[in-house]
């Protein structure tokens, strides 16, 4: 489904942020990134959606050459191709309602259609309850499923989640991880960069260990060990 290919990133001759990094990922997968700070779990995720471009390499999604691809063509792989972040990136003068619509307004869909998508993921994640209120009154596990909602209106193929549960407290914390895999029960591939040992141990995944931006490990199921 998605292959990675001899991926390199180089920021300067003294920073080279990936080293020939190789992989592939199939249809289903729930795959774990592990490393320490900067070995290079960010930036392989930001490659994936092309949020930044790599010094030499091939990425394919369902055998199309991503690399190759106009920007006008970005915005439907982006789709197809979800994120979330540790820090949210939801407009937080905005309420919940209009920040999961704004991926269904951007593809031109009728009022209706928007609202019946909206309510159908939000009772899913159950925040229906939540849709009136404004973002930035939320708390951090609270926002983490704005940002799933808004990627899932959008019939994702993929999730890359970068740290998605860095800054929640434990119990968020488990929320979001069993989302993720009920996401993933339902044939969305996720691919989940985190730092945490107690992730990793808890889901005995497929797991990719990078570091100095070399992968040195793939093993299924992983364990958490860093150089």
Same mark, same amino acid.
């Given at each position: ?37 900067? %070995?290079? $779990?960010?930036? @392989?995720?930001?490659? *994936?959606?092309?949020?930044? /471009?790599?010094?030499? &390499?091939?990425?394919?999604? +369902? ?58 993921? %939000?009772? $899913?994640?159950? @925040?229906?309850?939540? *849709?009136?209120?404004?973002? /930035?009154?939320?708390? &951090?596990?609270?926002?983490? +499923? ?72 793939? /093993? ?8």
């Amino acid at each position: 489904m998605l292959v990675v290919k001899n991926i390199t990133k180089i920021y300067s001759p003294n920073i080279i942020a990936l080293d020939n990094i190789s992989f592939e990922i199939n249809a289903g997968e729930f795959v774990l990134l592990i490393g320490r700070s900067g %070995a290079g $779990k960010t930036t @392989i995720l930001k490659i *994936l959606r092309r949020e930044e /471009e790599p010094t030499r &390499g091939q990425i394919y999604f +369902k055998n199309r050459n991503l690399l190759e691809l106009s920007r006008r063509r970005l915005g439907e792989i982006r789709r197809k191709i979800a994120a979330i972040h540790q820090g949210f990136k939801l407009l937080n003068k905005k309420t919940v309602y209009e920040n999961i619509a704004l991926p269904l307004e951007i593809l031109n869909k009728s009022a209706k259609d928007i609202k019946n998508e909206v309510y159908q993921v %939000a009772e $899913k994640l159950k @925040i229906k309850a939540k *849709l009136n209120q404004l973002v /930035e009154t939320l708390s &951090g596990g609270e926002k983490q +499923k704005v940002c799933l909602a808004r990627c899932l209106v959008a019939k994702p193929e993929i999730i890359l989640a970068d740290e998605p549960t860095g800054n929640l407290d434990p119990i968020a914390t488990y929320e979001i991880i069993n989302i993720l895999k009920e996401i993933n029960k339902e044939g969305i591939s996720i691919i989940l960069a985190t730092h945490s040992r107690e992730i990793v141990e808890s889901l005995k995944t497929r797991t990719l260990t990078l570091n100095d931006g070399r992968l040195i490990r793939d /093993e299924n199921p992983g364990k958490y060990t860093l150089v």
